[in-house]
């Protein structure tokens, strides 16, 4: 087998007794080791050239018999034998088909269009939703929204919204001449809870220590926000350093704007639109603090984006829910909207 193999990508020296062969198939590339020897020939020319194709299939095929492996050699196109199962189960109930050929979407497309399969049941997997942008028209199966203080620009086209308020936060940095002792290694991140809420972060890499004031500022919308600091929120935050950790002090290096996006509960928003009938539309809104958490939540996303559900319990951050269904008679006041300066 090795000979027959090196023998089609055009190496003719071959010694039996020595030979351990290893077949590598890349991308673009087929990788052949009978040692002493290796070559490798991109996968186009070698696919290309006479009946190598089928003797490559021939050749592996009895390989993997040899070790115990059914194999079953297709006979008419194989882009059409994998569509038939697709086609059958269709007649039963939704059906996904997951296939890294194009080739698949006109086939299936025109088994449509013969009758052989139902629209809603095997197209509208491969496209049910339309999203148009300034770039243009795209089709997929489900949308997911992650549009920040724009949810509800996003949303808005839905005829959907979430009760949020937006407001203009800001985070500032010192050169501490103490920064030693404030590195990752030996301080912690800390959050402070009083009439004001304070969060601080360690030295990392070049940057200094850094303090917050916890949903402090005014209430803006994305069109009317600044870039600009408070200098008022600045002096109270250094005041709050003064009296409680003053070595964290040092000149100011600059501060930073941004904008929270909370709910009345200050909790994610991770669900479906199924309750406004847009089940494909998936929608994840992080109330400020959804970055601490962006690896779980893109597996959530992803996972509900392709199979339409997820392992993780995201019962507490329905559409539904209270806060953002029902906000004129929520009533947990755990979280006050303004902080008291």
């Given at each position: 087998?090795a ?10 020296t ?5 030979t ?7 991308r ?15 996968k ?34 194989a882009?059409c ?64 929204i992650t ?29 501490t001449?103490?920064?030693?002792q404030?590195?990752?290694?030996r ?14 972060m ?9 303090l917050?004031m ?74 400020a ?32 829910r ?8 929520y ?11």
């Open positions: 087998m000979q027959q193999l090196l023998s089609l990508m055009g190496t003719k071959y010694h039996p007794q020595k351990t062969l290893m077949i590598g198939v890349s673009d590339t087929i990788h052949c080791s009978a040692s002493p020897q290796q070559c490798s020939v991109g186009n020319e070698f696919l290309s050239m006479g009946n190598n194709k089928q003797m490559l299939i021939n050749i592996i095929s009895s390989s993997l018999r040899d070790i115990g492996c059914d194999v079953i050699n297709c006979e008419g196109d882009e034998e994998i569509m038939h199962p697709a086609i059958a189960a269709s007649e039963y109930g939704s059906t996904t088909l997951i296939g890294e050929d194009t080739d698949l979407i006109p086939i299936l497309q025109l088994q449509y269009i013969m009758g052989l399969c139902s629209e809603e049941n095997v197209l509208s997997e491969l496209c049910s939703e339309e999203v148009y942008t300034a770039q243009g028209r795209h089709s997929c199966r489900r949308v997911v549009s920040g203080s724009w949810t509800n620009h996003v949303l808005g086209s839905l005829g959907a919204r979430i009760p949020l308020k937006v407001t203009q936060e800001q985070v500032t940095y010192y050169a001449p103490h920064i030693k404030f590195t990752k290694e301080f912690p991140v800390f959050i402070f809870h009083g009439d004001v809420d304070y969060y601080g360690p030295c990392h890499v070049n940057s200094g220590s850094k917050g916890d949903n402090a500022g005014p209430e803006v919308t994305p069109e009317t926000r600044t870039y600009d600091p408070c200098p008022v929120r600045e002096n109270h935050a250094k005041a709050f350093l003064e009296k409680h950790i003053p070595t964290f002090l040092g000149p100011k290096m600059y501060t930073k704007t941004c904008l929270y996006d909370m709910t009345l509960d200050r909790d994610f928003v991770v669900d479906s639109l199924a309750c406004r009938g847009k089940s494909q539309v998936i929608i994840c809104n992080g109330a603090h959804a970055f601490k958490f962006s690896c779980l939540l893109g597996k959530i996303l992803s996972q509900l984006a392709i199979d339409g559900s997820t392992e993780y319990d995201i019962s507490g951050f329905r559409f539904d209270p806060a953002i269904a029902d906000p004129d008679n009533r947990d006041k755990s979280f006050s909207w303004y902080a008291k300066l």
